[in-house]
């Protein structure tokens, strides 16, 4: 069985920082890519950011991108997720995730792509 184990949520004014951190353990497996999702009270769950190991590509949802940056090591199949500037809208649970199925192009951006997932860490932004 894998697990996906995050840290690093909390609560944070409004233009403060916070790092995710997101760890495997469990049973080996070989993923393309690691992502970070987040969910807000009655709202879909979105991308934040993907990283993909072939070639260290990194992708970020819209309303993140120049604020927030991933990094990650293949090898452990561990996965952060530096946030800047951070924004009362950025306040969601954040969910670390991981992909072992099949890749084809663009699908780190879809949730139903990461077939391993984390119990999510609350991050709360305050204004």
């Known amino acids: 069985q894998v697990q996906l184990v995050e840290s690093g949520g909390g609560l944070v004014q409004a233009g403060g920082s916070l790092r995710l951190s997101c760890a495997a353990s469990g049973r080996t497996f070989s993923s393309y890519a690691m992502g970070w999702f987040r969910q807000a009270p009655g709202k879909e769950r979105e991308l934040v950011a993907a990283i993909i190991w072939s070639g260290d590509n990194t992708y970020y949802g819209d309303s993140v991108k120049g604020r927030f940056t991933i990094s990650g090591d293949n090898a452990k199949n561990s996965v952060y997720l530096q946030m800047n500037n951070l924004k009362p809208e950025d306040t969601a649970a954040y969910y670390c995730?991981?992909?072992?199925?099949?890749?084809?192009?663009?699908?780190?951006?879809?949730?139903?792509?990461?077939?391993?997932w984390g119990q999510g860490t609350q991050v709360t932004v305050s204004s």
């Open positions: 995730a991981a992909s072992s199925l099949p890749y084809y192009t663009g699908s780190y951006y879809y949730p139903y792509s990461y077939n391993y």
